[in-house]
């Protein structure tokens, strides 16, 4: 079965950036779309960046468009979500998930989900 393993969270200021991994195992990742979403505290969890599985097409929460790029490497089994220009408001656990083949905005699509990893922006 997937696993997936997210990394590279952390604290940093704001207009700085940083890139998350998420690693997968288990399983065929290039049959997987893979979604980035974030849950700040007392909210629910929102999609932020979706790409398919051959890493074609991608979608963005709109906030987050210009200032994020998620990407893909099948070779290393990685999906990477690149974070510029961050924002106080981008505050929150970040998590990565897969699902067959096309990616989805909606949280409940995906089966398999990473432990999340936290991102704090300082203002």
């Known amino acids: 079965q997937l696993q997936l393993v997210e990394s590279g969270g952390g604290l940093v200021e704001a207009g700085g950036s940083l890139r998350l991994s998420c690693a997968a195992s288990g399983g065929i990742f290039s049959a997987y779309a893979m979604g980035w979403f974030r849950q700040a505290p007392g909210k629910g969890r929102e999609f932020v960046a979706g790409?398919?599985?051959?890493?074609?097409?991608?979608a963005y929460l709109d906030s987050v468009k210009g200032r994020f790029t998620i990407s893909r490497d099948n070779a290393k089994n990685t999906v990477y979500l690149q974070l510029n220009s961050l924002k106080p408001e981008d505050t929150a656990v970040y998590y990565c998930?897969?699902?067959?083949?096309?990616?989805?905005?909606?949280?409940?699509?995906?089966?398999?989900w990473g432990q999340g990893t936290q991102v704090t922006v300082s203002s």
């Open positions: 998930a897969a699902k067959v083949l096309i990616y989805s905005t909606t949280s409940a699509a995906y089966r398999v």
């Open positions: 790409i398919n599985s051959a890493g074609e097409n991608t």
